[in-house]
Nanobody, 124 residues
Framework: QVQLEESGGGLVQAGGSLRLSCAAP????????IGWFRQTPGKEREFVGA????????YYADILKGRVTISRDYVQNKVHLQMNSLKPEDTAIYYC?????????????????WGQGTQVTVSS
């Protein structure tokens, strides 16, 4: 398993943008898929998108499609989740996680390493 740390959350007004980051302190992402999920109280943790570290295009869930971009930063060894045109309903704790399955793996049960999450709050 890989230790993960999310950062970049915060409070933003509706219509604004945030960039979340996922790092693996002391570890590597090689050959792993890094996924982003979000969760609000009382709801299931839902898939946002994922990307294979080594190559390939990201895969996005419909819930934020068109408003998010996942990118790899090979210099900082991080994966970023850029979120634009944020809405109050995007308020959630956002998590990154890793799996050895491909980027279309949407089930959280297939991900075996998780960060602690970062809070995103979008005000109306």
């Amino acid at each position: 398993q890989v230790q993960l740390e999310e950062s970049g959350g915060g409070l933003v007004q509706a219509g604004g943008s945030l960039r979340l980051s996922c790092a693996a302190p002391g570890g590597v992402f090689n050959s792993l898929t890094i996924g982003w999920f979000r969760q609000t109280p009382g709801k299931e943790r839902e898939f946002v998108g994922a990307v294979i570290w080594d190559a390939g295009n990201p895969y996005y869930a419909d819930i934020l499609k068109g408003r998010v971009t996942i990118s790899r930063d090979y210099v900082q060894n991080k994966v970023h989740l850029q979120m634009n045109s944020l809405k109050p309903e995007d308020t959630a704790i956002y998590y990154c996680a890793t799996t050895r399955y491909g980027p279309t793996t949407t089930s959280r049960d297939r991900y075996n390493s998780w960060g602690q999450g970062t809070q995103v709050t979008v005000s109306s």
